[in-house]
């Protein structure tokens, strides 16, 4: 599976931006995809998941209630809504695919990474 993240950019504090990531392969459906952040100096946090069917998504806390995480398994595509965002969501948004329906917050599990692309939010 291959991933390409885009649509980040440079937004002001309460704004909101859409993350897209497109996905090769034909087995779409049996990944778990997932959405992760990374600033400099920083391990990767878990931002959001859903599984191949598009049910169970979790959130980090940080984000629940302004970011909404959803795929169009006909487009193969997975997508992460971002409201009300603010400073402290400045990052490099990376998505992921797991095998089958990995409900975990846990990188580790994730074995097929996109290059990322830059989120900023000025105050």
């Known amino acids: 599976v291959q991933l390409q993240a885009y649509g980040g950019g440079l937004v002001q504090a309460g704004g909101s931006l859409r993350l897209s990531c497109a996905a090769s392969g034909r087995t779409f459906t049996s990944y778990t995809l997932g959405w992760f952040r990374q600033t400099l100096g920083n391990e990767r946090e878990f931002v959001a998941r859903i599984s191949g069917t598009g049910s169970r998504p979790m959130y980090a806390d940080s984000v629940k209630g302004r970011f909404t995480i959803s795929r169009d398994n006909a487009k193969n595509t997975v997508y992460l809504q971002m409201n009300s965002l603010n400073p402290e969501d400045t990052a490099v948004y990376y998505c992921?695919?797991?095998?089958?329906?990995?409900?975990?917050?846990?990188?580790?599990?994730?074995?097929?990474w996109g290059q990322g692309t830059q989120v900023t939010v000025s105050s």
């Open positions: 992921a695919a797991a095998a089958g329906d990995y409900y975990s917050a846990r990188p580790s599990g994730y074995v097929y």
